[in-house]
């Protein structure tokens, strides 16, 4: 069974950066595209950017330039590094395949953005 555990989340300046993983736990093929998503408060869940198996990858208008998804295959692990935070990208932020698939859902990891 697959378990996908988000970390890295916290509460940063705005202007700052922050370093999210994705761990997934148990075998999740190289194959698969994987994606990062969030939901803030009142709105509903977004994909920020997915990465294919190749390494392309692709990212939501409001994070283009700001945001960068990685992968190490050899590690099962998904990274999105955050730059320029505002107060915007205060979220909970997921990681999944994509499309995802609900039952592999995490509890994300919370991303504040304030001063």
């Known amino acids: 069974q697959v378990q996908l555990v988000e970390s890295g989340g916290g509460l940063v300046q705005p202007g700052g950066s922050l370093r999210l993983s994705c761990a997934a736990s148990?075998?999740?093929?190289?194959?698969?595209?994987m994606g990062w998503y969030r939901q803030a408060p009142g709105k509903q869940r977004e994909l920020v950017a997915r990465?294919?198996?190749?390494?392309?990858?692709n990212y939501a208008d409001s994070v283009k330039g700001r945001f960068t998804i990685s992968r190490d295959n050899a590690k099962n692990t998904v990274y999105l590094q955050m730059n320029s935070l505002g107060a915007e990208d205060t979220a909970v932020y997921y990681c999944?395949?994509?499309?995802?698939?609900?039952?592999?859902w995490g509890q994300g990891t919370q991303v504040t953005v304030s001063s």
């Open positions: 999944n395949l994509h499309p995802p698939i609900s039952r592999y």
């Open positions: 148990g075998s999740i093929s190289s194959r698969y595209t």
């Open positions: 990465i294919n198996s190749g390494g392309t990858t």
